[in-house]
């Protein structure tokens, strides 16, 4: 009789545990699906970045393959949802010449963005006898015969989307802007390899659109 009870208790512990392992899977598959409504639902759409305005103070490059660079840039970024709100944490910006990295990076100052808010910041992006590769020198050389050097301003960072009093997890951000440097009336023929820029300053040509991935 006692052998009996005893099986019969280890069955429903097993029909219980049964039951509480079924109802935690339904609760996250629930949850899950829920997230998947709200995702289809809202559709996060990825932010629209702009560069609004660029300006060098110095682009020097001397031997042996050092580059020197101070320049100012603009970038606006615009919600485009409707619903969903942007974190912006860690986020930096630094400047690029055929592949390479010729800045250090800039950090922008974390921020939340609005259901079709707009952000602008203006960081300075400079680097002081950064080593560059060497065939970016005969390049450099090249771009100051045109008279014209494209650089890339890009944006690397983490974004987190916030729906309601929902926040998700983090989204990698990488923005890439274009923009050609006009050099034509401020070379000089110094015996500096590359491309002497001093005083006074010099705009950018923009060109329109920025690439974002998220």
Known sequence: MKEKECCHAEDERRALYRRIFG????LIILILLIILLIYLI?????????????TVFAFN????????SNLQVTLSSRNPNARIGIYYDRASVYASYRGQQF?????????????KDVVVWSPFVFGDDVPVAPY?????TEDQMTGTVL????VDGWIR????TWISGHYHLHVTCPAF??????????????????????????????TVDV
């Open 151 to 154: 650089i890339k301003i890009k």
């Open 42 to 54: 809202l559709r996060p759409t990825k932010p629209q970045f702009i560069l609004q305005d660029a």
């Open 136 to 140: 970016l020198t005969a390049a450099l």
């Open 161 to 164: 989307w916030k729906v309601g």
């Open 103 to 115: 800045t250090l990076r800039t950090l922008l100052p974390s921020t939340y963005q609005g259901h």
């Open 61 to 68: 490059m001397t031997s042996p393959n050092l580059l020197t």
């Open 181 to 210: 440097v006009n050099f034509g009336g401020a070379t000089q023929n110094t015996g500096v390899v590359g491309i002497p820029v001093g005083p006074p300053a010099i705009k950018v040509q923009l060109v329109q659109g920025c």
């Open 23 to 26: 109802a935690v899977f339904a």
